[in-house]
């Protein structure tokens, strides 16, 4: 069964460090998503993502985080000048469809520490 | 805010009993999804029901959905050790572009 892949599975980084998260969705996708969740708190949406450009964005994603798909497969999520405060587990996720009608198959996630 | 809320918070159970997760949502949906998540892993989507069901069966699974109340219920019959996860229902935006998470349910099965 196709599922979407993220890697790397996880990430240390230096604050003020620039990271990319990288997500390869299910290949007949059309929206893509990203996701983080705070260790012991609720997922938060970030970003989605249709037709290479963003169709929503939470106040969460700030000009520190930007989001591309860079080729045909990959979908990243970059965040500039990492914060204490971003450590979390980043989801990416993918849709055939728009969430309204269809479901979001999510990957195992990215754990991001930042020291 | 849209998001759906869990109650209970956390349940504990013996195997072989049946669990019921309740989810409250603010706004009208489109649809409603139930997703599990073991501990540090990623989200497992459970069930969809749209917002023209009323139930909704997948193997152990039974989802509810009262739209007048705004409510959905999850229950797993029989339970097992390996059903041991959080489990979240997601509403989607009127975009139908953003999920909200509630804060999840906490089914602990015990052997």
């Known amino acids: 069964e196709p599922e979407v892949t993220q890697t790397p599975s996880h990430q240390v980084t230096q604050m003020g460090q620039e990271v990319i998260l990288r997500c390869v969705p299910i290949?007949?996708?059309?929206?893509f998503y990203w996701y983080r969740q705070i260790l012991g708190q609720k997922v938060e949406f970030l970003v989605s993502f249709y037709n290479n450009e963003i169709s929503e964005k939470s106040e969460i994603f700030d000009d520190q985080f930007s989001v591309e798909r860079p080729d045909g497969s990959n979908f990243t999520l970059k965040i500039r000048s990492t914060k204490l405060e971003d450590s979390a587990m980043y989801f990416c996720?993918?849709?055939?469809?728009?969430?309204?009608?269809?479901?979001?198959?999510f990957g195992p996630g990215t754990r991001l520490t930042v020291l | 805010s849209q998001q759906g809320e869990e109650d209970p918070q956390a349940l504990s159970i013996q195997e072989g009993e049946n669990a019921t997760m309740n989810c409250s949502y603010k706004t009208s949906i489109n649809n409603l999804q139930w997703y599990r998540q073991n501990s540090g892993r990623g989200l497992v989507h459970l069930i969809l029901?749209?917002?023209?069901?009323r139930e909704k069966h997948s193997g152990r699974l039974r989802v509810t959905l009262d739209t007048s109340k705004k409510s959905s219920s999850l229950l797993i019959t029989a339970s097992r050790a390996a059903d041991t996860a959080s489990y979240f229902c997601a509403t989607v935006s009127n975009t139908g572009n953003q999920f909200y998470f509630g804060t999840g349910t906490s089914l602990t099965v015990i052997p």
């Open positions: 290949s007949n996708h059309l929206y």
């Open positions: 996720a993918s849709s055939k469809t728009s969430g309204s009608a269809d479901t979001q198959y």
């Open positions: 029901i749209r917002s023209n069901e």
